[in-house]
Nanobody, 124 residues
Framework: QVQLVESGGGLVQAGGSLRLSCAAS????????IGWFRQAPGKEREFVVA???????DYADSVKGRFTISENNAKNTVYLQMNSLKPEDTAVYYC??????????????????WGQGTQVTVSS
């Protein structure tokens, strides 16, 4: 079972940038799909982006063109570069993993390993 630890959250002004990291231990990420989800107060957890180690990526429409997911094989880490941040991006961000699948699932129930979450706050 892989363990995931997020880092990199914080407070930023609208228009600013942050980079989140999702470091994995226990298993190599090459056999996993890694996704980023977020949950704002009073709202359901929503899909942001996910990556298969083959390079396939799926972005939610709300972040397409602003967020970029990438991977570092040597560090067994996935990154989420967030640019042009908006107040509506404020949420707790979670990385999640699941064993390799034929596609890239967007439902949180399809992921069986979760990090502890990191807070991202975007001020207007």
């Amino acid at each position: 079972q892989v363990q995931l630890v997020e880092s990199g959250g914080g407070l930023v002004q609208a228009g600013g940038s942050l980079r989140l990291s999702c470091a994995a231990s226990g298993r190599t990420l090459s056999s996993y799909i890694i996704g980023w989800f977020r949950q704002a107060p009073g709202k359901e957890r929503e899909f942001v982006v996910a990556i298969r180690w083959s390079g396939d990526i799926d972005y939610a429409d709300s972040v397409k063109g602003r967020f970029t997911i990438s991977e570092n094989n040597a560090k067994n880490t996935v990154y989420l570069q967030m640019n042009s941040l908006k107040p509506e991006d404020t949420a707790v961000y979670y990385c999640a993993g699941r064993p390799m699948h034929w596609g890239i699932p967007r439902g949180s129930g399809s992921y069986n390993t979760w990090g502890q979450g990191t807070q991202v706050t975007v001020s207007s």
